[in-house]
């Protein structure tokens, strides 16, 4: 199961594929053509960026059971949602492994919401939850970071879900998992504060591809953010949050809070 990373050395960005502490380097197209004819690099010589740049994100809203007692701000009773419910997040959004996530001024409450992320390989519309798969690239981690006031309060969740920083995804993407069994644990400065199967998901990562597919075409590169189990830990100035998942890897960040 190759593991792809997006990475920076010196002035250039490129994509490799993980092997032990060392990466090779990727020649072509990471979801098109290419081979891996790039030289043989050392991890702790390059800047590991976040795996990919989509076009757009999207994310579940109360997709574990777990949840359901966290999302009262969407549900109109203590079931889960019949049908996924999904929202947009702003590209801009985006952070890598190690980058740090700011906690917006005006934001009293911000918390961390550890994900398994569906990474499309190829144009995909209108397809049946049966051949969603066939049109996943890999997986990575995510962080779908919310401010909890504003999620309440405001009519939209722009600002909520969408602040700058507010998408952390990594460190790889990796192929070939199967994305209804896999382990997902959060950490909050070394303690496990959400511990969870893939399994467990109300919507399955298919029936939420297929859902979306419906209504927009999901291009090579957008992301699927799945949903997060339990409940989310609160984020403060000073903290570490890591995501960990079986066969990708730790997506850590720092949190810092703006300056006033």
Same mark, same amino acid.
């Given at each position: 199961m190759p593991r792809f990373v997006r990475f920076r050395q010196g002035g250039s960005e490129s994509y490799g594929v993980l092997d032990g502490d060392s990466l090779r380097a990727l020649r072509g197209d990471l979801f098109g053509d290419n081979d891996l004819t790039g030289p043989d690099i050392a991890v702790s010589d390059v800047t590991i960026l976040p795996p990919v740049r989509p076009w757009k994100i999207l994310a579940a809203a109360v997709n574990y059971q777990s949840h359901v007692p966290s999302g009262k701000t969407v549900l109109k009773d203590d079931a889960p949602p019949a049908i996924p419910q999904l929202f947009l997040k702003p590209t801009s959004s985006i952070i890598g492994t190690e980058d740090t996530i700011v906690l917006p001024e005006g934001a009293p409450r911000v918390d961390a919401e550890g994900e398994?992320?569906?990474?499309?390989?190829?144009?995909?519309?209108?397809?049946s939850p049966e051949e969603a798969l066939d049109y996943v690239f890999g997986y990575t981690c995510g962080n779908d970071v919310s401010g909890r006031h504003w999620q309440r309060d405001d009519l939209q969740?722009?600002? /909520?879900?969408?602040?700058? *920083?507010?998408? @952390?995804?990594?460190?790889?993407?990796?192929s070939g998992l199967d994305p209804d069994d896999l382990e997902l644990i959060t950490r909050l400065n070394g303690v496990e504060v959400q511990s969870s199967s893939t399994s467990e998901m109300v919507h399955s990562t298919a029936?939420?591809?297929?859902? /979306?597919?419906?209504?927009? *075409?999901?291009? @090579?590169?957008?992301?699927?953010?799945?949903?997060?189990?339990?409940?989310?830990?609160?984020?403060n100035d000073g903290d570490v949050v890591e995501v960990e998942i079986a066969g990708i890897g730790?997506?850590?960040?720092?949190?810092?809070?703006a300056a006033g």
């Open positions: 398994l992320v569906a990474v499309i390989g190829r144009n995909c519309s209108s397809v969740w722009w600002r /909520a879900k969408g602040c700058d *920083t507010f998408s @952390p995804i990594g460190p790889a993407i990796a029936k939420l591809i297929s859902f /979306a597919s419906r209504a927009m *075409t999901l291009e @090579p590169g957008d992301l699927v953010f799945t949903g997060t189990p339990g409940e989310p830990p609160r984020l730790v997506l850590r960040n720092s949190v810092k809070r």
